[in-house]
């Protein structure tokens, strides 16, 4: 059997999410902005250290270049 009490608490907990998932999150635009200059700076700042690699140089080259400079920064 249901119990009624836990169907109105299930009930209310799916509205609030939903409410929470259509709420615009104001800083997102800035958030993303502010990651994307980031990621660019990155880009260019380890672009000679990529095309040190022999052969042509693809994404996953690049990735794998991108995280081992990355580790050897940490040193």
Do not use: C, Y
């Amino acid at each position: 059997m249901l119990d009624p009490n836990q169907v109105e608490t299930v009930v209310r907990a799916l509205k609030q999410a939903e409410g929470r998932r259509k709420t615009v999150d104001p800083a997102l635009a800035g958030r993303l902005f502010t990651d994307r200059l980031e990621v660019d700076r990155l880009f260019r700042d380890h672009q000679s250290n990529w095309l040190d690699v022999a052969g042509p140089v693809g994404l996953v080259e690049a990735g794998i270049a991108a995280v081992a400079g990355m580790l050897a920064a940490l040193d």
